[in-house]
C-alpha cells in the first residue's frame, strides 16, 4: 500500500488531519486483514488435519497476515472500506465517543462470541474431541510451514512500519488480555482498534 511508505508517524506528528486520515486507512486495512485471517486460520487447521477452528488458529492467522497481509491485491476492497470510514469523523470532539462507542461495540460482539461459544460447547459434549495440534498432516506445504515460522520469531520481529508496529502491538494485547485462551477474530479486531485509539490517547 502506498500509504505505507510516506513515513508518516502518528506516534511523533502534530498534524491532527494527517492523522485522522492515517487512522482511517488504518481502521480500513484492519478489517480486510480479520478477513483475511478467517480465510487463513481455516487453512492452517485444515494442513493439520483438523476440521474444527480454534481460536489459536485464528491468533496463528493473525500473526502469518501481519506478514503476508501485504503482499496480496487488496487495492479495490480497501478503497471500498476507506470510503465507509470516511463517512465517520477522527475530530477532537468526537474521539471520546468514538472510542465509546467502540468499546461497547466490542463488549456487544464478546458478548456474543460468548454466548455462541457456550452453545458449541454444549452441542459438542456428545462428540469425541478432536486433539488440537499444529503438526503438518496434508495439503499446503510451505503455507503451513511459514505460518509456525512466523509464530516461532513472533517475539523477535520489530517492525519499522509505523502500521504493523501497531498491529504486532494489538494482536498482543489481545492475546495477553485472553491469556492461555486466544481471541477470536472479531474481538482481536476490535482490539486493534482499542490499542490505535490507546496510541491516540498517549500522543
Known sequence: MDFLKTGYDPLISDDRADEREFYRKVVSLMSILCEEALKSGAKFAETCGRRKIVERDIVLALKYESHAFWEK???????????????????????????????????????????????????????????????????????????????????????????????????????????????????????SRRALQGAKDSR
Open 73 to 191: 491485491d487488496i487495492d479495490d476492497r480497501f478503497i471500498e472500506k476507506l470510503a465507509e470510514e470516511r463517512r465517520h469523523t477522527y475530530d477532537t470532539e468526537s474521539d471520546e465517543s468514538e472510542a465509546d462507542e467502540a468499546e461497547d461495540e466490542a463488549e456487544a460482539d464478546e458478548a456474543e462470541a460468548d454466548e455462541a461459544e457456550a452453545d458449541e460447547a454444549e452441542a459438542d459434549e456428545a462428540d469425541e474431541a478432536e486433539e488440537y495440534t499444529t503438526e503438518f498432516v496434508s495439503g499446503d506445504y510451505a503455507f503451513h510451514s511459514r505460518v509456525t515460522s512466523i509464530d516461532r520469531s513472533w517475539i523477535d520481529w520489530n517492525p519499522d512500519d509505523p502500521v504493523k508496529r501497531l498491529l504486532k502491538a494489538a494482536i498482543e494485547k489481545s492475546e495477553h488480555r485472553l491469556g492461555d485462551e486466544a481471541p477470536a477474530c472479531t474481538p482481536a479486531c476490535h482490539a
